[in-house]
């Protein structure tokens, strides 16, 4: 089993529309959760951080369930500018370091 | 400044050439990361720097060499590579190595491709 899963898409929506992603991660020690978002052929950057109250950024509404280990990005009112790959990332500490792992991303198209 | 700096930005070379990869940051951080992502792949961690030290080695054949000189600089050192190791390699850091809110801020990355 992966240790972060995604559905990889594509999803395909018209501007304006909501969307929803989802993510799975198997190790409950886990102690950081983020979205992530990269561009083709650029670095992730990052979206936002994810808490366990669930966090809002304007159009972004991010959640995270630790008892089902599950987290999920809301992305409203679509806009073009914001067909991406968003990567769902999940940290914890162990050995005295904090270790990222990355999903394997889910790809979102925005269309006119 | 809160930005990754990673040079070079493309790096084409041979599979007998010695080439290094650089990364800079001057936030402060006290971590710092090599990444390697193949296309349509995920970042995958090679390396962890934690205040200065070789942290975590995953598992990486010897022909990548890292090294961090000082707390703003990481290096990667490639020698006798395969062109199974063309990738994107990303450099990352963080404020320290716990966990916090966050995340790593990543470099633009070095487009890398072994002939």
């Known amino acids: 089993r992966k240790e972060v899963e995604q559905d990889p898409g594509p999803f395909n929506v018209p501007e304006g529309a909501t969307v929803a992603f989802n993510c799975t991660y198997s190790?409950?020690?886990?102690?950081?959760f983020f979205w992530y978002r990269q561009d083709c052929r650029k670095e992730p950057k990052l979206l936002m951080s994810v808490y366990s109250s669930g966090n809002e950024d304007g159009r972004f509404t991010a959640q995270l369930n630790r008892a089902s280990q599950y987290i999920s990005l809301l992305i409203r009112d679509s806009k073009l500018s914001d067909s991406a790959t968003y990567l769902c990332v999940v940290g914890f500490f162990s050995g005295g370091y904090n270790k990222l792992i990355f999903g394997a991303g889910t790809r979102l198209a925005v269309h006119p | 400044d809160t930005e990754v700096t990673q040079t070079p930005k493309h790096l084409v070379m041979g599979m007998t050439n010695k080439k290094s990869l650089k990364c800079e940051q001057h936030?402060?951080?006290?971590?710092m990361y090599w990444y390697k992502q193949k296309a349509k792949k995920p970042p995958e961690l090679m390396f962890v720097y934690s205040y200065e030290k070789l942290s975590i080695n995953e598992s990486v054949p010897s022909r990548f060499s890292p090294e961090c000189p000082n707390s703003s600089l990481l290096n990667l050192h490639l020698h006798a590579l395969q062109p199974e190791d063309s990738a994107l390699y990303l450099c990352?850091?963080?404020?320290?190595?716990?966990?916090?809110?966050?995340?790593?801020?990543f470099g633009s990355g070095t487009r890398l491709t072994v002939v």
């Open positions: 936030m402060g951080h006290r971590a």
């Open positions: 190790n409950s020690a886990s102690q950081s």
């Open positions: 990352a850091s963080s404020q320290d190595p716990s966990p916090g809110p966050y995340g790593y801020t």
